[in-house]
């Protein structure tokens, strides 16, 4: 087949610009490589001769180290922008094949400008590391050119009665929007570190001034904080000889206890300075909470609530890709047909199997990549909480006189229980936390998807569930009362333990032995019994689940097939297993739940 920037069919009419040039698809396919190759050209030099040899090499602890202002958000629009180029260089795949001789125009610009976008990333990158900003006006030239001529472009599809139904149209004004965005953050940094008559001064962080920081998540930048690769030193150092404490380092300050003791106690001040009833007692312990730590909590939830919703990517594509596969005739044949060259609607890009698999691949790995963010910001949460909190209660017990310890107003065992164990179940709120709002969003979301594919036998699947639910809830709030339970046996345990110590010489001077050891064994017995309930509740909660969605589908499969005739027997495996995973993630996700919320009056009793 003949190879041409602009197809060689109708004796290379496509070169034509007797109309105007700009109303030449191809020629304004080609003024889009200009700013790309541009940037390619600007950009390796400095990265791999000169200045970008050695700043690449910047160490760790390099006390130029910094991030620019936007510079979270500046990774995430090259993320949007690099998945909406892959989406673009797959349309023009799909639009080049059914045509006579290959169209490069179609795919070649936005090949460049995925290897531009990442060039710019990986030049912003070594920018940062070496605090010298002036250099980011390679890129505002870039992001301008690139602004311009998409723009261009997709102001000529309009001018041609190209709409929205055509995938080609919207994924240019997603581009025209993020060049755009792009442009307005690099105007943001440079108009505060370059062009003001006393440019500001870039501090670098005060913690990687100290070489014992080597906890290096919060600095480095968004992409090594989604996959962790700071960490590879340590990796490499435990392959070698075992880490010790040396080796770990010094937490940075944002994480040290004090720190967030303080916080916690700017909370509470602010709670009592509202000085009204709602104010007092376990609500405003929660309030104070929350104003300390919500924002924390309120991001894993919501990179929680996104894994889940990107979880019913994969059974939809493999119910598109197993449909598309089913059809006699696979072959793709777009009907539209404009400035020379076939449109591909978004219908057609997305019931190719190739594209679907593309996706496929492409969701797991956000979904993934998410939950993970959500896993990490709510332990790390939750163990800033538990620090904080254990530092109020040392505080506290510091001030205590010791009337207080020997009238019996605080005993030895409730101190232990409130440092150790309510601060841990606290921490453990905290992990589990984001499951209070990613359930119900699961849960409605899957019943919706599954009802739009099964109907009416979706509800079946939904309504176990809802019969379900209250055995759950029975078993948790079972597990809370072996645990609360267990608690107090430990706490008179100790107590007891205490008295016979202190009291050990009066004790064998009246042989009190038989006594005090009856009394002790006693209560050890009832601590036991607590346990062994405590475990038979973790258990049935955590087994009795996954057995269920065999039985349910038995029920399922027949009424798919009175319901859904023209359903095929292999199309019906993929909505029931994500049936499957709804069904036993919501009951698991439900124990564990209610299993932290019933902890919550012993927190508030505790004070």
Request: glycine share 6%.
């Amino acid at each position: 087949m003949p190879l041409a920037f602009c197809g060689s069919e109708n004796h290379s009419a496509a070169y034509r610009v007797d109309q105007g040039v700009l109303n030449n698809g191809c020629f304004v396919d080609a003024l889009n490589v200009v700013p790309h190759v541009f940037l390619l050209f600007i950009t390796f030099p400095i990265l791999f001769i000169g200045w970008g040899s050695q700043s690449s090499k910047v160490h760790i602890h390099h006390s130029t180290w910094l991030h620019f202002p936007g510079h979270n958000l500046r990774w995430i629009l090259t993320f949007m922008l690099l998945f909406v180029l892959v989406c673009e260089i797959a349309e023009g795949i799909l639009s080049d094949g059914v045509t006579e001789s290959r169209h490069l125009h179609l795919y070649m610009p936005a090949g460049m400008a995925f290897m531009a976008a990442v060039t710019s990333v990986v030049y912003y990158h070594n920018i940062e590391t070496s605090n010298f900003p002036k250099l980011l006006i390679a890129l505002l030239v870039y992001w301008t050119l690139a602004f311009i001529t998409k723009t261009i472009k997709f102001v000529k599809f309009y001018d041609h009665a190209i709409g929205f139904s055509q995938l080609r149209f919207c994924l240019t004004g997603l581009l025209v929007i993020l060049y755009g965005m792009l442009l307005l953050v690099e105007i943001n940094v440079i108009r505060r570190y370059i062009f003001f008559k006393t440019p500001r001064e870039v501090k670098p962080p005060e913690d990687l001034q100290d070489l014992g920081v080597r906890f290096l998540q919060p600095f480095v930048n968004l992409l090594s904080k989604g996959t962790y690769w700071w960490m590879n030193a340590f990796i490499k150092t435990a392959h070698k000889k075992p880490i010790d404490l040396r080796a770990i380092g010094k937490l940075p300050i944002a994480m040290r206890a004090l720190t967030n003791y303080q916080r916690l106690c700017e909370a509470f001040d602010a709670q009592a300075r509202k000085d009204m009833p709602s104010t007092q007692g376990a609500r405003a312990i929660w309030q104070a909470l929350c104003c300390a730590f919500g924002r924390r909590l309120v991001l894993s939830s919501t990179f929680r609530i996104l894994a889940d919703l990107l979880g019913f990517a994969g059974p939809l594509c493999i119910f598109g890709i197993v449909d598309h596969l089913g059809k006699e005739n696979g072959v793709f044949q777009p009907k539209t047909h404009f400035l020379g060259v076939y449109f591909v609607s978004s219908q057609e890009f997305l019931a190719n199997a190739y594209v679907l698999a593309v996706l496929l691949f492409l969701a797991l790995l956000l979904q993934r990549t998410f939950l993970q963010a959500s896993y990490y910001v709510a332990i790390e949460t939750g163990i800033n909480l538990r620090g904080a909190i254990q530092t109020k209660i040392y505080n506290k017990i510091m001030h205590l006189s010791t009337s207080n310890l020997s009238m019996g107003e605080m005993t030895a065992g409730q101190i232990c229980n409130l440092v150790a164990i309510d601060t841990n179940q606290l921490m453990w709120f905290f992990f589990l936390c984001p499951n209070l709002w990613a359930m119900p969003v699961q849960i409605i979301v899957g019943v919706i998807l599954l009802y739009y594919i099964l109907g009416i036998s979706a509800l079946i699947g939904a309504a176990v569930i809802i019969v379900l639910a209250p055995v759950q809830y029975f078993v948790a709030t079972k597990l809370s009362q072996a645990q609360r339970s267990t608690l107090e046996y430990s706490n008179e345990r100790l107590k007891q333990t205490n008295e016979m110590l202190r009291g050990i010489k009066l004790l064998k001077l009246y042989a009190w032995e038989n006594i005090f050891r009856t009394r002790v064994e006693m209560t050890r017995k009832k601590e036991m019994t607590s346990l062994r309930a405590f475990a038979i509740c973790t258990s049935i909660s955590s087994e009795y689940p996954p057995p269920l969605p065999t039985s349910q589908h038995c029920v399922l499969l027949p009424t798919c097939q009175d319901r859904v005739p023209g359903l095929e027997e292999e199309l019906k495996l993929v909505p029931l297993v994500c049936q499957e995973e709804t069904y036993v993630w919501a009951c698991q996700q439900w124990a564990a739940v209610e299993g932290a919320l019933t902890v919550f009056p012993r927190q508030a009793q505790g004070g």
